[in-house]
């Protein structure tokens, strides 16, 4: 029989990813408390404590980090090892379109801008699981319809891909310009 979760002796349930987040919170408070000297100054003696620049910086960073110290003692009380290492490969999992991205930009310089965001597109489509030919297509569409907006529409400056150099002028030009 399970007992009421509101009688005051209970222990909270923590939830997966609780104690990654907590000392994740309590390193970013204890690293920007480290910095605060730097980025906001305590004036002189006999300037009144209220008129500090560095004050509410500070009362807020050593807010953040007391509480998150009590979050992370919180969390070893009521710790639950098997599902926190689950947690954070779960979180990691994120990174995989960060790495996406910084592909998409190391080969825009390489094969412009239209060529670019057709492959990075449509390989994102498939890799998330839409590989039949109507997602492709509208995966290709939308990335045409980027660059004509955002290029031809908008005449954002994006240089054009070294691949360009393969053409002729006068095409090497119209690409670099539209597309």
């Known amino acids: 029989m399970r007992p009421d979760a509101s ?19 309590l390193l970013f408070a204890l690293v920007m408390i480290g910095f605060l000297g730097d980025q906001a100054k305590w004036f002189p003696k006999g300037v009144k404590p209220h008129a500090q620049p560095a004050l509410w910086p500070a009362i807020g960073l050593i807010g953040m980090a007391f509480f998150s110290a009590l979050h992370v003692l919180a969390c ?6 098997d599902t926190e290492w689950r947690e954070i490969l779960v979180w990691l999992r994120a990174f ?4 996406w991205y910084l ?3 190391f080969l825009t310089p390489w094969l412009g801008y239209l060529l670019a965001s057709l492959m990075t597109m449509v390989a ?8 039949d030919r109507a997602s492709l297509m509208w ?4 990335a045409i319809g980027m ?16 691949i360009y150099g393969l053409f002729p002028e006068p095409v090497r030009i119209f690409l670099s310009l539209n597309f």
């Not at 002796?9 to 000392?23: T, V």
């Not at 070893?76 to 090892?81: C, E, I």
């Not at 994102?124 to 590989?131: E, N």
């Open 7 to 25: 009688h005051p002796h209970d222990r909270p349930i923590r939830q997966r990813g609780e104690l990654p987040f907590a000392l994740g919170m």
């Open 76 to 81: 070893l009380r009521a710790r639950r090892p």
């Open 96 to 99: 995989e379109f960060v790495l």
């Open 103 to 105: 592909a998409y930009a």
């Open 124 to 131: 994102l489509i498939w890799r998330v699981g839409l590989r």
């Open 139 to 142: 995966g290709a569409a939308f």
């Open 147 to 162: 660059v004509l907006v955002f290029k031809t529409g908008l005449s954002v400056k994006i240089p054009g891909g070294a």
